[in-house]
Every structure is written in C-alpha cells, then in structure tokens.
C-alpha cells in the first residue's frame, strides 16, 4: 500500500532496497492471579480495584512468583521451540513512570527463562513462489505489566491525567523475534501464527483491543546485498495486525525516503497514528532510558527442573501446524479446508469428535466445506454461529451416508435450515419423506435391485457379507429415501440369505 502522504518513490527505487522487521510481542498471560501477588488477573474492573501493597509497590511488600504465571511461560516457550533455562533470573529495569508506583519492572534480562526458538510461516521467494519460512526467536522472558494513563474520558480531564493500577503486575511473557522477516506481509504471517500457537497453548486470550497481545515493530532497511543492517526505527502503539503491517509499510517507504534524500534513518521510537496512516518521531535513542538492569534482590532465580518441565508439557496440545497436516492426511482434505477446520482449537476438537462419531468422517467433511462454508459466507455468518450445528452436521452426513438422504434433498434441508434459522435435527423432523413401512413394497423394491446386481449377489452368497450394505443403499435411492431403514436392512438380509440357502 502506498501511502497518500508518501511523495511516491518508484519501484525501481524501492527495488533497491531490503527491509528487515523484528518483532517483539507482549502477551498477558491467563493466570487467575497477578505475577506477583494475589490480586486478581483481570481485564477492566473499576479503577484501582484490583491493588494491594505489593502490586502498588508500596514499602516494605514482597513480591511471591505465581507458579501458574511460569507454567504458561514454559508451556508458550515450548510450543515456539524455545530451549527452556533451568535456572533464570528476574531483575529489576528500572524507570520512572507514573503507571509504574515501584519505579521499576520486575523483568528477565541476561538469563531470560526461554531462547532459541522458532516459528514457521507462509511466504514467498524471490520468484514468487509459495516456501515456508523458518523465523527465529531469540527468547521469551517473563515480566510484570503495567498500569494505565488515563488521558481522556473525564469532564474535567483537560489538563490532567488518571492512573488506573489494576493493570499493575499482570503476569506478560515477552517474545522477542530474530530480524529474520523481511517484509510487511511476512510480519503480518508471523504475528497470526503466533497468535494462533498461544491460543491453541491457552496461554493467553491475545484480545488486542483488552491489550492482551501488544507488538512493537522495529524495522530498517538496507541496500540489497548490503551486508549489515540498517538503523532501525521501532514502532509502538499499534493495536491490530492489520495495522502493524500498514505501518510497517509506511515506515519502510518513509526509510527509503530519507536514504534517497541523502539522509540517515536515526534510531528512535516511532507512534503509528491510525487516522493519520503514518508514524511520527516520538523519542529518539540519544534520549532513551538507561533501565540499570540489577537482579531483583527480593525473589530467589527461578528453577524449573527438567520434571517440573515435564508435568508442564503434558498439557502441550497438538499444534495448529502439525493438526493441520495430520487432518489433510486423515481426512483427505486441502490444505484450504484444513485451515477452515482449525480456525479455533475448540472448533478443531469439536469438529474431530464430530467426525469420528459419524458413519463416514469424510463425509461429515466434505459437508462443512462444500455445503455448510459456501452457506455460512453467503449469510455473513461465522462457523460459531452457524445455525446447523455439528451435531446437525453429523445427523444429516450419516443420512446421506445410508442412502436415506439423496444429496439434493439434503441441500433442500440445509437451505431451508439457513432461511429458518434452525438447526437440522428441527428441520428434518419436520421435511423429512414420508416412510413406507409396507414390507410387500420395499421386498419388490429389493427383488429389482437384485435381479439388476447378479454379481453383487453371488458376493453375497460366496460369503462376503459385507455386499448386504450395497443392496441396502440401492434400495433407499429407488425408494427416494423413503423406505423405513430398520424394516429395509431387515428385509435385505432375510432375502439374500434366502438366496444362499436355496442354492
Ligand atoms: P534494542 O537493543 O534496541 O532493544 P535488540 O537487538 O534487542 O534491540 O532487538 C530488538 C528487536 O529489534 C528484535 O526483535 C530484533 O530482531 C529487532 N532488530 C534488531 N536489529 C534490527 C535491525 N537492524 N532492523 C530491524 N530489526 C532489528
Ligand atoms: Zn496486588
Ligand atoms: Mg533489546
């Protein structure tokens, strides 16, 4: 996207150059409690609520590390291949700030709890073609949040400024990316799969409008081929990826600007402003904090044994990336419909438990992708809010499974579901054919498909039993899936038996 405020560089000027994105992100994580003390982890609440002495930092109150606050930093550090240091130090990063009554933060600094890790993400080569990229994550460490500014909202808020501590101490793990991206897309890749991961993990609800996920982007560019990197500029203050990726945008082109323009890029801290669409300066690198990093006297290094380590990864779930590959293996679906499948982990769970209840698991697939998406989209509705539930989905799959359901009725069924708002169970009670229990008319039905399948017939009498089912689902078309399924498979036996026997 090229900015309207940009002066317009030309590609064969932006062809000359190579961005380089880093990203460091900040997820809170879902404990019950705070970091370091037992007030309560939750978003909103009236302001200053949720204090005590030691979030508050008052004198004299002693942080306690919150057990579940480390299992999640491990659980998230596993899942993103990070290599989990047994022994790891918080320390103090200090800084004065009002939403910050201690004057510092407890942080990890040059022994963080998880380094060395990746992720995997769709991109493209040079020649366009569709790779997955290896990204790097050079660690996650575990830290507290802060409070809130509260700059507006107030009548009389003119010249001044709120704070709202509830936000204090609220346990974050900081991911910290290599510069191993390369473009804004590939940001945008990183940050969903990431996302993604912490979600399946359950580490984190990573709501960005509550402030759960937050991202500072820092990006430079540099001469293609160039063989060090460029000055970088960090962005804050972004809050959707959409964004990040259209300030990642800017700020490459605004980058390359000032090169051409004979200037340098200075290292700074830069604000996406969102109705504005650009960033602007907010405090260069010469005026940056110095946090005197110093260990925190008050907790002990933390250690996570190797068999803490272990009963924490019981509860590492099957990831999206490998669920997805498995399920196009298991179901023989594209790797489009698996993505479709796995948008939630719950979805994905209850969507599995549903097949494998089914008749025909892929049957109950290719329902979902071919029946239920192509409805949801033209209704502007969301898989959660489809109005055929999964249990719809596996009741009306097994159906046309035995023959009783020919697939027009069954899309007749599923509109008719869609424009009532109702669920299949409902709707089929209602539409469904009428039955014909007439024993004399469904045994004519099955001496018709018999004298048709003679072959089928002599497999049914050498022994191969298992040919009833063909008879059985020949028979329910010819009756348009009105014969009385029980009464039918019944019948079929008694008949073919009656064949074997008479020879
Ligand atoms: P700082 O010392 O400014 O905090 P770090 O080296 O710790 O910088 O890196 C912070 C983030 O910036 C990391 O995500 C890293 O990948 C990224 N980064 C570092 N150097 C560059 C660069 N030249 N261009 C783009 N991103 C960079
Ligand atoms: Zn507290
Ligand atoms: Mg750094």
Redo the contacts with the bound molecule.
Sequence with gaps: MIMSTMTALTPEVLAKYQP?????VHVQLLTESKAFCGCVNRYGGEPNTHVCPTCLGLPGALPVLNRRAVELGVLASKAIHCEIRETSIFSRKNYFYPDSPKGYQISQFDRPIAENGWIDVPAFDATGAAITKRIGI?RLHLEEDAGKSIHDGFADSVSRTYIDLNRCGTPLAEI????DLRTPDEAFEYLTRLKEILLYCGVSDCNMEEGSLRCDA???VMLKGAKQ????AEVKNVNSFRYIRAALEYEIERQIEVLEGGGRVVQESRLWNNAEGRTYSMRSKEQAHDYRYFPEPDLPPLVVGEAWQREILKALPELPEARRARMIAEYEITPQDAMTLTATRAFADSFEEAANAAKSPKRVVSLITSELTGRLKAAGLELEQSPVTLKGIVQAADLAESGELSSKMLKQLLDTCFTEGKDFAEVYEREKPQQISDAGAIEAMIDEVIAANPKQVAQYVGGKKTVAAFFVGNVMRLSKGQANPALLNELVTRKLDALGSAE
């Design positions: 380089v994105i880093g990203l460091e050079t910290v990316s290599e510069p820092n990006v430079s990197y460029g000055t970088k």
